[in-house]
């Protein structure tokens, strides 16, 4: 074989490792890595391009983390996490991986239950809602932009029973916050009066949800920095 031959084979060779086609599968489920179940699929399109996208709830099925509680007999631990999957014509591409950024549902809640973790998409924008009954709720808001889903909002609101004491509206695009809290000291619920003070914020660098290791342990003073 003679140099150039080989030159262009080499060349070739190393295209072809540095350049990883990309995963292509036949159903969105596909996707799901071994050790992984799907618990909910929701459907919507994230990307903008007209096609259903997909939003897979997955659970680990380690037995290892099964356990016996005195109460409760026996409880599946195994945290569980998050895959989006784009329709690419009929075929379906990995869009985010995220594959343990969420507790187990079957964690201890204390004196309350655990909050409920729910995720939907509206108006192009994906929700990941948790619940938490008579308290209230929280909710993060992520965009896909940049070629990755970015966190662009959240909304929070903090619950006496039927009562309303606080609600927080964050938006990282605009650096506004808007906190409203009631001052009717004697209302029962749908009778409050609420102050509102609107705040600037310098953000610091976008939370991506691929990066995300714990939802619990999103701190959103930290997410957003010091007040102007």
């Known amino acids: 074989m003679n140099k150039v031959a080989l030159l262009a084979l080499l060349v070739l060779g190393t295209s072809a490792v540095g350049h990883a086609a990309p995963i292509i599968a036949k ?23 007209g096609k259903t996208d997909y939003v897979l709830l997955i659970k680990g099925t380690d037995s290892a983390n099964f356990i016996d509680h005195e109460y409760r007999g026996t409880l599946d631990r195994n945290r569980r996490g998050i895959v989006i999957v784009f329709d690419n014509n009929g075929t379906y591409e990995p869009a985010l991986k995220n594959l343990d950024c969420f507790s187990s549902e079957n964690e201890d809640g204390g004196v309350y239950f655990a909050p409920e973790l729910s995720i939907n998409i509206n108006k192009g924008n ?4 948790y619940g938490h009954g008579r308290y209230g709720y929280w909710s993060y808001t992520f965009r896909y932009q940049n070629s990755d889903f970015e966190l662009i909002g959240y909304d ?4 006496r029973g039927p009562l309303i004491e606080r609600t927080t509206s964050i938006n990282l ?6 906190t ?14 609420f102050k509102e003070t609107w705040t600037r914020f310098t953000a610091q660098a976008p939370i991506k949800l691929k990066d995300v290791t714990d ?14």
Request: charged share 30%; hydrophobic share 30%; no cysteine.
């Open 27 to 49: 159903s969105p489920s596909d996707l799901v890595p071994a050790g992984y179940v799907v618990a909910e699929t929701i459907e919507g399109d994230l990307n903008k391009d």
């Open 126 to 129: 994906l929700f990941i809602n």
């Open 156 to 159: 929070d609101s903090q619950n």
């Open 173 to 178: 695009l605009t650096r506004k916050m808007l």
């Open 180 to 193: 409203r809290e009631n001052i009717n000291q004697d209302a029962e619920g749908g009778d409050e009066k």
């Open 215 to 228: 939802f619990d342990y999103i701190h959103m003073d930290s997410v957003i920095g010091p007040s102007k």
